[in-house]
Nanobody, 122 residues
Framework: VQLQASGGGLVQAGGSLSLSCTGSGRSFSSLNMGWFRQAPGKERELVSLISRNLISAYYADSVKGRFAISRDNTKNTVYLQMSGLKPEDTAVYYC????????????????WGQGTLVTVSS
């Protein structure tokens, strides 16, 4: 599976952005999809995760109530709608896919997109 992320950009604090990640290949619907981010000088962290069957979703405490993850398996696409953005949300955002619904380790994800930069100005 190849993943292509898009939608990053520059936004003012309090604004919104929507990220998309489209996957190639027929196995997209069998994979759990996550959004990670990595800020300069910091480790990569899991932001949100949605199960392959859309039943389960996870959000990091730092984004709860502000971000929403969704997916459309007919379009092989996962989305991350971000609102109430803060300067501390500035990072490169990566989508990732894995067979395991994992909130603990990025090593559980087998496929990664190339990353899209989100910059939030104060």
């Amino acid at each position: 599976v190849q993943l292509q992320a898009s939608g990053g950009g520059l936004v003012q604090a309090g604004g919104s952005l929507s990220l998309s990640c489209t996957g190639s290949g027929r196995s997209f619907s069998s994979l759990n999809m996550g959004w990670f981010r990595q800020a300069p000088g910091k480790e990569r962290e899991l932001v949100s995760l949605i199960s392959r069957n859309l039943i389960s979703a996870y959000y990091a405490d730092s984004v709860k109530g502000r971000f929403a993850i969704s997916r459309d398996n007919t379009k092989n696409t996962v989305y991350l709608q971000m609102s109430g953005l803060k300067p501390e949300d500035t990072a490169v955002y990566y989508c990732a896919a894995g067979a395991v619904y994992s909130t603990t380790s990025s090593n559980d994800y087998d496929y990664w997109g190339q990353g899209t930069l989100v910059t939030v100005s104060s």
